[in-house]
């Protein structure tokens, strides 16, 4: 079952205005990954972060992983209208197998002019 | 990051057939995953295809519904069987990226049973 429990569950927002999302659990993992899905699409990696306290950015998005190793946070500053999607946070538990995530409920972003 | 090409894109079936899902990587790779994202919903990893051996299962899915082949390194397919409207979904496989402990995903099968 999910494991993970992402939030927000949906955000409006202006062009411009940063957007921030979290994901939490009660388990600890070792690997946090964002994902961004576009409609028809599959899901494409944002960051992927590996180490507690990990403060990893690429252009305008800004991840961090949790020092608990049970959060991360997902930061996109500036939005623009190309940020509208779903943002899934995903994690590799310390006791999965290789290539098993546990995916978050999803952040719906829609940004408006 | 390799290239997975997926396919059918989407389909309608009706209840009680089959639709087999194909998913070709342009690269070799040990590990082929499935995932379900039932409509409005997360992503759930149905089983872990490993080339040469049967696909591990996860709690809640079965080979018999879902069986799955790997005949080699850069191809899988999934099939959903007896399908039933509840099987109405994305169906999504994914491979391990080669330059970190990501996962690329292919496009998905978009699913729907009448």
């Known amino acids: 079952g999910q494991q993970l429990n992402q939030s927000p569950q949906s955000m409006f927002i202006q062009e411009g205005e940063d957007v921030s999302m979290n994901c939490t659990s009660s388990?600890?993992?070792?690997?946090w990954l964002w994902y961004k899905q576009d409609p028809g699409e599959g899901p494409v990696l944002l960051i992927a972060?590996?180490?507690?306290?990990e403060l990893t950015s690429n252009g305008r998005l800004t991840a961090q992983f949790g020092i608990t190793r049970k959060d991360s946070f997902l930061n996109i500053s500036a939005s623009i209208p190309s940020d509208v999607g779903i943002y899934f946070c995903?994690?590799?538990?310390?006791?999965?197998?290789?290539?098993?995530?546990?995916f978050g409920a999803g952040t719906q972003v829609v940004v408006t002019p | 990051s390799a290239v997975i090409s997926q396919k059918p894109s989407r389909d309608i079936c009706q209840r009680g057939t089959s639709l087999t899902i194909q998913c070709q990587v342009d690269?070799?790779?040990?590990?082929m995953f499935w995932y379900r994202q039932q409509p409005g919903q997360s992503l759930t990893l149905i089983a872990t295809?490993?080339?040469?051996?049967?696909?591990?299962?996860e709690s809640g899915f079965v080979i018999d519904k879902f069986p799955i082949s790997r005949p080699n390194l850069t191809f899988s397919t999934l099939t959903v069987s007896n399908m039933s409207p509840e099987d109405s979904s994305i169906y999504l496989c994914?491979?391990?990226?080669?330059?970190?402990?990501?996962?690329?995903f292919g496009s998905g099968t978009r699913l729907t049973v009448v």
């Open positions: 690269s070799q790779v040990t590990m």
């Open positions: 972060l590996y180490k507690a306290g």
């Open positions: 995903a994690g590799r538990r310390t006791t999965d197998s290789w290539g098993k995530l546990q």
């Open positions: 295809a490993n080339q040469g051996s049967e696909a591990t299962y």
């Open positions: 388990s600890i993992f070792n690997t």
């Open positions: 994914s491979v391990p990226q080669t330059s970190n402990y990501g996962y690329t």
